[in-house]
């Protein structure tokens, strides 16, 4: 009885038409990626790319001069999944929270997740709280549910009105960024100050393969969680009340989602630092393209935002010659045009 549905379900023109479209958008990325990999102070074919991959993955024994396999494979390769993973991770974090808050400002640097996980981070790291028990990216995580937490309670206070939880969220964005200020001024070398306020800036020229094992699983289960949640989304965008006349376990949904959109963002900030704009700006360009249903918006998201931070990775390193600018700085001078653009235009959902 079941097989004889999956089968037909499988060989429905919907389904074919969905595989279709994800193998078209994985091989559009992996496009992407090979030519952010060859791109540099000094360029790199792209076929030489292909080949390094292959070697590397399948023992190909293609001819590869040892330099410029090192380069792609060791250097140039691991950033560009990483910040795929990055760009993914927070538009789908953006798309989550401005459904759930109904608001369309709302997203993880705004509302003081990123600034929250950066303090976590920075607190690991310079003060050593854990006493080694704790990694950086927990720290991370804790340091942002801990500012979701400190901007909710505060919006509440405030009042249930639209534009509670973004003035909240703007409180607690420098709060929580002084005092990861006050942190690094009071307790860090120069040396190490230096560094991380090139990182909090946004950061990639240290990420190696380690890296790509955290931020890509975790970006792969954060936006499968909140896939599985699209429908509930869709009904959270008429309110919670009536997302739960709709037979929605609001409580439960909820904290599933905001835990989820906090596990990427703290990850990706304890990588990367703290990035903006992305969030933000993202899931409003996909809505424009297929609409609210978040099963569309969700996936279209993560696309283009993997898309938008490899190629904005790729800017950073290329604009300046000799020297790598932070990639906050590419996103904020993309983002911000792009964003006022969007609200111009009558794009932000109402």
């Keep these: 009885m079941i097989r004889p549905v999956i089968g037909k379900f499988i060989s429905s023109p919907v389904f074919m038409k969905r ?3 994800a193998f078209a958008a994985l091989m ?4 992407v990626l090979a030519v952010a990999a060859s791109v540099g102070e000094t360029a790199i074919p792209v076929g030489t790319v292909i080949d390094t991959i292959a070697n590397h993955l399948w023992d190909a024994g293609h001819p590869v001069d040892a330099i410029d396999a090192g380069i792609v494979w060791n250097y140039r390769l691991s950033r560009a999944i990483v910040a795929a993973s990055c760009g993914a991770a927070l538009a789908v974090s953006g798309a989550v929270l401005q459904a759930l808050l109904r608001n369309s400002l709302a997203d993880p640097y705004l ?5 929250g996980a950066s303090t976590g981070a920075v607190s690991i790291v310079i003060l050593g709280l854990g006493a ?7 720290g991370a995580f804790i340091g942002a549910v801990a500012a979701f937490a400190f901007v909710t309670l505060l919006a509440l206070q405030a009042g249930r009105g639209t534009g509670a939880i973004i003035l909240a969220g703007i409180a ?7 005092l990861t200020s006050f942190i690094v001024t009071k307790s860090a070398s120069a040396e190490q100050a230096r560094g991380i306020m090139f990182w909090l800036l946004g950061n ?3 990420v190696r ?6 931020a890509l699983p975790v970006a792969i289960v954060g936006l499968v969680v909140c896939l599985w949640h699209a429908r509930a989304l869709d009904a959270f965008t008429f309110g919670r009340e009536s997302a739960a006349s709709l037979g929605v376990p609001v409580r439960r949904v909820y904290a599933v989602l905001i835990a989820a959109a906090a596990m990427m963002t703290a990850v990706m900030v304890s990588i990367v630092g703290s990035i903006g704009f992305v969030g933000l700006v993202i899931p409003h360009a996909a809505r424009f393209f297929v609409g609210t249903r978040h099963g569309l918006v969700l996936p279209l998201s993560a696309l283009i935002g993997a898309l938008f931070l490899v190629c904005a990775d790729v800017i950073s390193r290329v604009i300046v010659p000799g020297q790598v600018l932070p990639i906050g700085v590419i996103t904020a001078l993309v983002g911000a045009p792009a964003f006022a653009l969007i609200l111009c235009h009558g794009r932000i959902l109402r």
């Design 28 to 31: 559009l990325l992996a496009a």
């Design 172 to 178: 607690g964005s420098q709060m929580f960024n002084a």
């Design 111 to 115: 509302l003081g997740i990123s600034a």
């Design 204 to 206: 990639l020229s240290g």
């Design 132 to 138: 080694g028990m704790l990694s950086l990216s927990l």
């Design 19 to 21: 595989i279709s479209v």
């Design 209 to 214: 393969w380690p890296d790509v094992w955290l």
